[in-house]
Structure formats: C-alpha cells, structure tokens
C-alpha cells in the first residue's frame, strides 16, 4: 500500500525566505505526482502536476521535483510571501484516477 | 464554470441520524471523488466514479457510508446512521479523464464540515 510523508508537518518563516517542503512516498511505481495548496476552509487547489517521466516543473515562484527511484519529491518556493501561507499537500499516483495523499505541510510566512 | 459545488457547507447532527452531503462536478468532467479529511488521518479516498459507474469504493469505511450517482451532473454521499466518529470534512473532487493518458488534475469542492453530537 503506498504511503506519502511530508516533512516538515509544519514551517514558519520570514517573509522573502526561500524554502523547500519535501514530500516521500513508499511505492515508486507511480504514475504521476501532484503538489497541493490548502486554504482554511477551502478546498484544494492544484499547484502543480509532475508527470512520472520528468524530472521538475515550474509555475512562477513555484518549483517542484521528481525522483521516482528514490520516491522523493520536493517543493521549492522562492521569494516566500505572506500569501503563500498554507498547506501544502503532495500526492501520488498510482493508477490513471487515484491519489494517495500525504498529511501536509503547514506553512505560515510572517511580514 | 463555477467549479465543484458541494452542500452543505456545513452539517451539524446528531448520532445516529442520516446524513446526505451533496456534490455537482464540473460539467464536462467524467470522473468524481469522494474524499474525508481528519487531523489524525489526513485525505483519503473513499469512493470514485468513472462515467457514473463506482469503479473503486474500497475506501468506503463500511456499510453505513453509500454514494451515488444518478447522473453526470450530480452525486450524494450517505451516512445512515452516523456516528461522532464520522465527523471529518469531505471533499468531492472532479476531472476530465482522456483513457490511456496519465495526466488527471482533479478540481476540488470547498468541502463539508460535519459534526457529528
């Protein structure tokens, strides 16, 4: 059964720090790897979608990573801003349709 | 598109009670998710849909949970009775799936809190 740890469970930072949320998971025979943001009280949203052929994507200040071998994965973010603060949420893929999701990363930047 | 509409919000119960949260995909998407979220178990997957038809209800904690889908634009999960332990937050999640292509964003609803007394 795959299973997704993310660390650091929570992160507090200054604003304009750079920092990486790392996310594991057991199986690698994934088919593909999603990063997740998580509002209080809202749903999640889809930051950022690694297929399990590539290595890294990119969106603006966002930057995430794949290595399938190891089953690791992380989430660059430069530049932080209070805007960013959330939950981050990695998840895997292990057939055409379903997630398995890790607990989150709750992220607080302070002005 | 509006989004993934899901309803209530916000469900207040007390044990033993039936339970009804609703869920509208985007138009379009063929595929649907059931999801509960706890502090202590984070996101799981409970059931999904594939063109209305359940494909995988494995995560479905047992017989007092039941989901639907009667058509495309329309989906219900049941809790009959429910217990304080049921209390979580569920999401209903949907995408677009292309067979044979890996790629699948799912596009989440803003979720149900539900208490359960």
């Known amino acids: 059964k795959q299973e997704v740890t993310q660390i650091p469970a929570a992160l507090s930072v200054p604003e304009g720090e750079n920092l990486v949320l790392n996310c594991s998971f057991t199986?690698?025979?994934?088919?593909?790897l999603q990063w997740f943001r998580q509002d209080p009280g809202k749903g999640l949203t889809s930051l950022l979608l690694?297929?399990?052929?590539?290595r890294e994507q990119t969106s603006g200040r966002l930057n995430a990573s794949l290595d399938k071998s190891s089953g690791r994965s992380t989430l660059y973010i430069a530049a932080s801003q209070p805007g960013d603060s959330a939950t981050y949420l990695c998840?895997?893929?292990?057939?055409?349709?379903?997630?398995?999701f890790g607990k989150g990363t709750m992220l607080l930047v302070s002005p | 598109d509006a989004g993934v509409i899901q309803s209530p919000r916000h469900e207040v119960t007390e044990m033993g009670q039936e339970v009804t949260l609703r869920c509208k995909p985007i138009?379009?998407?063929?595929?649907l998710f059931w999801y509960r979220q706890t502090m202590m178990r984070g996101l799981e997957l409970l059931i999904y849909?594939?063109?209305?038809?359940?494909?995988?209800d494995s995560g479905m904690p047992e017989d007092r949970f039941s989901a639907k889908m009667p058509n495309a634009s329309f989906s219900t999960l049941k809790i009959q009775p429910s217990e304080p332990r049921d209390s979580a937050v569920y999401f209903c999640?949907?995408?677009?799936?292309?067979?044979?292509?890996?790629?699948?964003?799912?596009?989440f609803g803003a979720g149900t809190r539900l208490s359960v007394l």
């Open positions: 999640a949907s995408s677009f799936r292309i067979e044979g292509l890996p790629k699948n964003i799912q596009y």
């Open positions: 199986d690698s025979a994934i088919y593909n």
């Open positions: 690694i297929q399990s052929s590539q």
């Open positions: 998840a895997v893929s292990g057939g055409y349709s379903t997630l398995t």
């Open positions: 138009s379009g998407h063929n595929s």
């Open positions: 849909f594939n063109n209305n038809v359940p494909i995988d």
